[in-house]
Protein backbone atom coordinates (compact mmCIF):
# COMPACT_ATOMS: atom_id res chain seq x y z
CA UNK A 1 0.00 0.00 0.00
CA UNK A 2 3.05 2.09 0.68
CA UNK A 3 4.74 1.93 -2.29
CA UNK A 4 1.71 2.47 -4.24
CA UNK A 5 0.98 5.47 -2.55
CA UNK A 6 3.34 7.45 -3.50
CA UNK A 7 3.95 11.13 -2.68
CA UNK A 8 3.89 13.63 -5.86
CA UNK A 9 5.89 16.99 -4.81
CA UNK A 10 5.43 20.82 -5.42
CA UNK A 11 7.61 20.04 -9.05
CA UNK A 12 4.80 18.27 -10.23
CA UNK A 13 2.40 21.32 -9.05
CA UNK A 14 4.96 23.86 -11.31
CA UNK A 15 4.30 22.12 -14.14
CA UNK A 16 1.07 22.61 -14.16
CA UNK A 17 1.15 26.13 -12.93
CA UNK A 18 3.65 26.77 -16.19
CA UNK A 19 2.64 24.11 -18.69
CA UNK A 20 -1.49 23.97 -18.18
CA UNK A 21 -2.33 27.32 -20.21
CA UNK A 22 -0.73 29.76 -22.11
CA UNK A 23 1.31 32.92 -20.07
CA UNK A 24 -0.78 35.14 -22.07
CA UNK A 25 -4.14 33.71 -20.87
CA UNK A 26 -2.67 33.41 -17.03
CA UNK A 27 -2.06 37.10 -16.66
CA UNK A 28 -4.73 39.30 -16.86
CA UNK A 29 -4.19 43.30 -16.32
CA UNK A 30 -6.50 45.71 -15.40
CA UNK A 31 -5.03 48.87 -16.15
CA UNK A 32 -4.93 51.66 -14.22
CA UNK A 33 -1.65 53.91 -13.05
CA UNK A 34 -0.37 52.58 -9.72
CA UNK A 35 3.10 51.47 -8.52
CA UNK A 36 1.65 48.42 -7.35
CA UNK A 37 -0.58 45.25 -8.65
CA UNK A 38 -2.68 42.53 -7.11
CA UNK A 39 -1.08 39.04 -7.25
CA UNK A 40 -4.87 36.81 -6.98
CA UNK A 41 -4.14 33.43 -5.50
CA UNK A 42 -7.72 31.85 -5.35
CA UNK A 43 -11.25 32.98 -4.79
CA UNK A 44 -13.39 31.66 -1.60
CA UNK A 45 -16.81 31.95 0.15
CA UNK A 46 -15.56 31.56 3.22
CA UNK A 47 -12.21 33.23 4.75
CA UNK A 48 -9.46 32.60 6.60
CA UNK A 49 -7.92 34.84 9.37
CA UNK A 50 -4.79 36.59 7.10
CA UNK A 51 -2.17 36.53 10.13
CA UNK A 52 -2.90 32.29 9.86
CA UNK A 53 -1.88 32.16 6.42
CA UNK A 54 1.30 31.13 5.03
CA UNK A 55 4.24 33.46 3.38
CA UNK A 56 3.02 35.55 0.30
CA UNK A 57 4.71 35.07 -3.18
CA UNK A 58 7.25 38.29 -2.44
CA UNK A 59 8.80 37.84 0.93
CA UNK A 60 8.02 41.72 1.83
CA UNK A 61 4.12 41.40 0.94
CA UNK A 62 1.34 40.27 2.98
CA UNK A 63 -1.56 38.33 2.20
CA UNK A 64 -5.31 40.03 2.27
CA UNK A 65 -8.76 39.46 1.13
CA UNK A 66 -10.59 41.45 -1.31
CA UNK A 67 -14.43 40.97 -0.72
CA UNK A 68 -17.67 41.96 -2.33
CA UNK A 69 -20.75 40.74 -0.51
CA UNK A 70 -20.02 36.97 -0.08
CA UNK A 71 -17.39 36.33 -2.35
CA UNK A 72 -13.67 37.27 -1.24
CA UNK A 73 -10.44 36.66 -3.26
CA UNK A 74 -7.28 35.88 -1.86
CA UNK A 75 -4.68 38.72 -2.41
CA UNK A 76 -1.31 40.31 -2.33
CA UNK A 77 0.79 43.08 -3.67
CA UNK A 78 3.43 43.06 -5.60
CA UNK A 79 5.80 45.27 -7.54
CA UNK A 80 4.16 46.21 -11.18
CA UNK A 81 7.69 46.67 -12.65
CA UNK A 82 8.20 43.06 -11.93
CA UNK A 83 4.62 41.75 -12.85
CA UNK A 84 3.48 43.03 -15.67
CA UNK A 85 3.12 40.98 -18.22
CA UNK A 86 6.90 41.83 -20.27
CA UNK A 87 8.36 41.54 -17.17
CA UNK A 88 6.99 38.58 -15.71
CA UNK A 89 7.71 36.49 -18.99
CA UNK A 90 11.49 37.50 -19.04
CA UNK A 91 11.20 36.36 -15.36
CA UNK A 92 9.71 33.12 -16.00
CA UNK A 93 12.79 32.03 -18.48
CA UNK A 94 14.92 32.27 -15.10
CA UNK A 95 13.98 28.64 -13.38
CA UNK A 96 15.01 29.86 -10.08
CA UNK A 97 12.81 32.66 -9.73
CA UNK A 98 9.75 30.64 -11.42
CA UNK A 99 10.31 27.83 -9.24
CA UNK A 100 10.43 29.66 -5.54
CA UNK A 101 7.44 31.75 -6.66
CA UNK A 102 5.08 28.90 -7.93
CA UNK A 103 6.16 27.06 -5.17
CA UNK A 104 4.80 29.71 -2.62
CA UNK A 105 1.86 30.22 -4.77
CA UNK A 106 0.84 26.14 -4.20
CA UNK A 107 1.55 26.70 -0.54
CA UNK A 108 -1.09 29.45 -0.42
CA UNK A 109 -3.75 27.92 -2.31
CA UNK A 110 -3.00 24.35 -1.09
CA UNK A 111 -3.17 25.32 2.51
CA UNK A 112 -6.54 27.38 2.09
CA UNK A 113 -8.34 24.79 0.16
CA UNK A 114 -7.25 22.11 3.17
CA UNK A 115 -9.56 24.63 5.12
CA UNK A 116 -12.11 25.75 2.61
CA UNK A 117 -13.83 25.31 -0.87
CA UNK A 118 -11.81 27.57 -3.02
CA UNK A 119 -11.65 28.15 -6.91
CA UNK A 120 -7.60 28.79 -7.01
CA UNK A 121 -6.62 30.68 -9.78
CA UNK A 122 -2.92 29.64 -12.09
CA UNK A 123 0.52 30.94 -11.05
CA UNK A 124 0.27 34.95 -12.42
CA UNK A 125 -2.94 35.90 -12.45
CA UNK A 126 -2.47 39.92 -11.70
CA UNK A 127 -4.81 42.48 -11.58
CA UNK A 128 -3.35 46.40 -11.70
CA UNK A 129 -5.95 47.65 -9.27
CA UNK A 130 -7.60 46.21 -6.35
CA UNK A 131 -11.57 47.97 -8.16
CA UNK A 132 -10.63 45.07 -10.66
CA UNK A 133 -10.99 42.58 -8.66
CA UNK A 134 -14.38 43.93 -6.96
CA UNK A 135 -15.57 44.11 -10.43
CA UNK A 136 -14.71 40.36 -11.08
CA UNK A 137 -16.36 38.93 -7.67
CA UNK A 138 -19.15 41.25 -8.47
CA UNK A 139 -19.68 40.96 -12.36
CA UNK A 140 -18.85 36.73 -12.22
CA UNK A 141 -20.79 36.35 -8.76
CA UNK A 142 -23.70 34.33 -9.84
CA UNK A 143 -20.92 31.73 -11.97
CA UNK A 144 -18.00 32.03 -9.46
CA UNK A 145 -20.95 30.14 -6.41
CA UNK A 146 -22.19 27.86 -8.88
CA UNK A 147 -18.48 26.49 -9.13
CA UNK A 148 -17.62 26.91 -5.46
CA UNK A 149 -21.17 24.57 -4.82
CA UNK A 150 -19.87 21.65 -7.59
CA UNK A 151 -16.60 21.82 -5.57
CA UNK A 152 -17.58 21.62 -2.24
CA UNK A 153 -16.28 18.77 0.02
CA UNK A 154 -14.34 17.43 -3.11
CA UNK A 155 -10.84 16.86 -3.97
CA UNK A 156 -8.25 16.71 -6.95
CA UNK A 157 -6.43 13.55 -7.15
CA UNK A 158 -4.24 12.28 -10.41
CA UNK A 159 -3.43 9.20 -11.42
CA UNK A 160 0.10 8.80 -13.45
CA UNK A 161 0.18 5.76 -15.96
CA UNK A 162 4.23 4.37 -16.00
CA UNK A 163 4.70 1.29 -18.50
CA UNK A 164 7.87 -0.51 -18.16
CA UNK A 165 8.73 -1.48 -21.67
CA UNK A 166 10.48 -4.27 -21.32
CA UNK A 167 8.04 -5.84 -18.60
CA UNK A 168 5.26 -5.12 -21.33
CA UNK A 169 7.24 -6.82 -23.89
CA UNK A 170 7.99 -9.99 -21.69
CA UNK A 171 4.41 -10.46 -20.70
CA UNK A 172 2.88 -9.39 -23.87
CA UNK A 173 1.42 -12.79 -24.97
CA UNK A 174 -0.75 -13.22 -22.38
CA UNK A 175 -1.92 -9.52 -21.91
CA UNK A 176 -3.24 -9.31 -25.74
CA UNK A 177 -5.84 -11.62 -26.51
CA UNK A 178 -4.44 -11.40 -30.67
CA UNK A 179 -0.86 -12.55 -29.27
CA UNK A 180 -2.47 -15.37 -26.54
CA UNK A 181 -4.72 -16.85 -29.64
CA UNK A 182 -1.83 -16.98 -32.14
CA UNK A 183 0.13 -18.98 -29.14
CA UNK A 184 -2.37 -21.13 -28.70
CA UNK A 185 -2.50 -22.18 -32.92
CA UNK A 186 0.96 -22.59 -32.71
CA UNK A 187 1.04 -25.15 -30.12
CA UNK A 188 -1.45 -26.58 -32.20
CA UNK A 189 0.39 -26.58 -35.56
CA UNK A 190 2.96 -28.79 -37.19
CA UNK A 191 6.31 -27.58 -36.48
CA UNK A 192 6.93 -25.39 -39.22
CA UNK A 193 3.47 -24.02 -39.14
CA UNK A 194 4.77 -23.09 -35.64
CA UNK A 195 7.17 -21.29 -36.61
CA UNK A 196 6.12 -18.83 -39.11
CA UNK A 197 3.13 -18.51 -36.28
CA UNK A 198 6.05 -17.21 -33.78
CA UNK A 199 7.87 -15.61 -36.64
CA UNK A 200 4.53 -13.50 -36.49
CA UNK A 201 4.11 -13.20 -33.18
CA UNK A 202 7.51 -11.60 -32.43
CA UNK A 203 6.81 -8.88 -35.39
CA UNK A 204 3.70 -8.12 -33.47
CA UNK A 205 4.61 -7.64 -29.96
CA UNK A 206 5.79 -3.51 -30.31
CA UNK A 207 2.91 -2.92 -31.96
CA UNK A 208 0.33 -5.15 -29.36
CA UNK A 209 2.47 -3.70 -26.89
CA UNK A 210 1.21 0.06 -27.92
CA UNK A 211 -2.32 -1.06 -27.93
CA UNK A 212 -2.61 -2.64 -24.52
CA UNK A 213 -0.91 0.20 -23.04
CA UNK A 214 -4.07 2.41 -24.80
CA UNK A 215 -6.57 -0.56 -23.35
CA UNK A 216 -4.92 -0.17 -20.06
CA UNK A 217 -4.91 3.13 -19.19
CA UNK A 218 -8.81 3.53 -20.95
CA UNK A 219 -9.76 0.64 -17.91
CA UNK A 220 -7.92 2.80 -15.87
CA UNK A 221 -9.72 6.11 -16.58
CA UNK A 222 -13.31 4.40 -16.89
CA UNK A 223 -13.09 2.59 -13.70
CA UNK A 224 -11.97 5.15 -11.54
CA UNK A 225 -14.63 7.48 -13.16
CA UNK A 226 -17.04 6.17 -11.63
CA UNK A 227 -15.62 6.31 -7.89
CA UNK A 228 -15.17 10.52 -8.77
CA UNK A 229 -17.45 13.22 -9.87
CA UNK A 230 -15.58 14.07 -12.78
CA UNK A 231 -12.40 13.45 -14.42
CA UNK A 232 -9.74 14.47 -16.73
CA UNK A 233 -7.29 12.99 -18.89
CA UNK A 234 -4.39 15.73 -18.93
CA UNK A 235 -1.50 16.47 -21.48
CA UNK A 236 1.67 14.83 -21.12
CA UNK A 237 4.61 17.45 -22.19
CA UNK A 238 7.42 15.57 -21.76
CA UNK A 239 9.01 12.11 -21.32
CA UNK A 240 8.94 11.62 -17.99
CA UNK A 241 10.85 7.95 -16.67
CA UNK A 242 11.24 6.67 -13.57
CA UNK A 243 12.56 3.36 -12.50
CA UNK A 244 9.07 2.39 -12.96
CA UNK A 245 8.95 2.82 -16.82
CA UNK A 246 7.69 5.89 -18.88
CA UNK A 247 4.61 8.09 -18.00
CA UNK A 248 2.01 6.66 -20.64
CA UNK A 249 -1.60 8.83 -19.43
CA UNK A 250 -2.37 11.25 -16.65
CA UNK A 251 -5.57 11.84 -15.02
CA UNK A 252 -7.22 13.80 -12.91
CA UNK A 253 -10.02 13.43 -10.93
CA UNK A 254 -12.48 14.89 -8.63
CA UNK A 255 -13.27 13.10 -5.50
CA UNK A 256 -15.89 13.53 -2.86
CA UNK A 257 -14.15 13.36 0.22
CA UNK A 258 -16.19 10.80 1.86
CA UNK A 259 -16.16 8.41 -1.51
CA UNK A 260 -11.94 8.47 -1.37
CA UNK A 261 -11.56 5.43 0.48
CA UNK A 262 -13.47 3.70 -2.00
CA UNK A 263 -11.64 5.34 -5.33
CA UNK A 264 -8.47 4.67 -3.76
CA UNK A 265 -9.15 1.10 -3.26
CA UNK A 266 -10.27 0.85 -6.99
CA UNK A 267 -7.13 2.49 -7.90
CA UNK A 268 -4.97 0.17 -5.94
CA UNK A 269 -7.00 -2.94 -7.31
CA UNK A 270 -6.25 -1.79 -10.85
CA UNK A 271 -2.45 -1.42 -9.57
CA UNK A 272 -2.86 -5.18 -8.75
CA UNK A 273 -4.03 -6.39 -11.68
CA UNK A 274 -1.98 -5.10 -14.34
CA UNK A 275 1.24 -4.77 -12.27
CA UNK A 276 2.37 -8.21 -13.80
CA UNK A 277 2.08 -6.48 -17.52
CA UNK A 278 4.63 -3.98 -16.25
CA UNK A 279 1.93 -1.06 -15.46
CA UNK A 280 2.02 0.91 -12.61
CA UNK A 281 -0.13 3.48 -11.02
CA UNK A 282 1.00 6.52 -8.74
CA UNK A 283 -2.13 8.23 -6.72
CA UNK A 284 -1.25 11.98 -5.84
CA UNK A 285 -2.89 14.62 -3.92
CA UNK A 286 -5.04 15.81 -2.81
CA UNK A 287 -4.38 19.03 -5.36
CA UNK A 288 -6.54 22.08 -4.82
CA UNK A 289 -8.95 21.43 -7.65
CA UNK A 290 -7.68 23.36 -10.95
CA UNK A 291 -8.71 21.01 -13.56
CA UNK A 292 -11.88 21.78 -12.65
CA UNK A 293 -13.12 24.96 -13.18
CA UNK A 294 -10.83 25.66 -15.88
CA UNK A 295 -14.16 27.47 -17.42
CA UNK A 296 -13.48 30.39 -14.98
CA UNK A 297 -9.72 30.36 -14.27
Known amino acids: MEEFLTPRHSDAALNQFLFVAPL ?73 W ?54 RGREEWGVNVFVDRAAMLSNITSVSPVLREMVERAEQSSPGQSYLIQKKIEALK ?19 RRHSDDARRLRILKVETTEHGELKAKFAFLVNRTGFDQFRDAAERLAQENQAAGVRLELTGPWPVYNFCTGFS
Not at 67 to 94: F, I, M, N, P, W
Not at 206 to 224: G, K, M, P
Request: proline share 2%; hydrophobic share 40%; glycine share 2%.
Open 98 to 151: TAIRAMRHETVVEYVAKRTTVIPLRFGTIYLERTGIEQMLTGKSRELHEILEQL
Open 24 to 96: RRCVRMYFEMSDLAYYVYCIAAETLPADSLPAAIEEDAKLEWVGVKSLSALVSQVSRATYSEDSLAEHLTDAT
Open 206 to 224: SDEARAATNRIAEEIEEEL
